[in-house]
């Protein structure tokens, strides 16, 4: 049998409501995801994890608003409002998720001036994550995700996996997407494409 792990992509306080960045019923997922993280013997669990005054920040631009874009010296960045910030209860995990399981946690967003979607790949495209020789380390082949965002952590996690030659298969119950300017259909069409298994 294909050795397999569970990702559970950035289930954290700011992305659920009530948080800086919301994601529209991005609570109801966590037993869902809980139910997954009980099935499977590994599981990563990935966590935004930014310094204050982060280059994907709005408030770090001058006359720019949340969910416009700039240019970054890797390309267009979509400006997020301030989260997940190091060390605040915005960037801890929802407390109702049973996220102790987790072999190990991937930090994304951690430098200052790169904004990390990928579990793989920080935005530049060029950082990698260490999270591929990991999973090939220990044998596993084929990678299971689910959290938030569907349409942005969770898409880009899943094809970088499948350019970096794992399987990759999305548990769409256990995900909710932003859908920003028609994003979610984006993805989603990107995702098939790249052979990503949507269930």
């Not at 350019?163 to 769409?172: C, M, P, S, W």
Request: with cysteine.
């Amino acid at each position: 049998m294909t050795a397999e792990a569970l990702v559970v992509i950035d289930v954290q306080n700011d992305f659920c409501p009530g948080g800086a960045l919301a994601v529209a019923e991005g609570d109801r997922i966590v037993p869902v995801v809980n139910g997954l993280i009980e099935r499977f013997e590994h599981v990563v669990l990935t966590q935004d994890w930014h310094p204050a005054g982060h280059s994907s920040f709005a408030s770090t631009h001058l006359s720019k608003n949340p969910f416009e874009t700039a240019q970054l010296p890797y390309g267009e960045q979509t400006l997020w409002p301030d989260h997940c910030v190091q060390g605040t209860s915005g960037a801890e995990f929802h407390p109702d998720l049973a996220w102790t399981k987790a072999e190990i946690v991937i930090r994304k967003g951690f430098r200052a001036s790169i904004d990390s979607y990928s579990a793989f790949f920080e935005n530049d495209r060029a950082t990698p994550t260490g999270l591929a020789g990991y999973l090939r380390e220990r044998g596993i082949a084929r990678i299971v995700l689910c959290g938030l965002a569907t349409d942005f952590c969770v898409a880009y996690s899943a094809l970088d996996a499948v350019k970096a030659g794992f399987e990759a298969q999305v548990v769409l119950d256990a995900c909710r997407g932003i859908d920003l300017g028609g994003s979610m259909a984006t993805m989603i069409d990107k995702m098939k494409q790249a052979g990503v298994q949507l269930i």
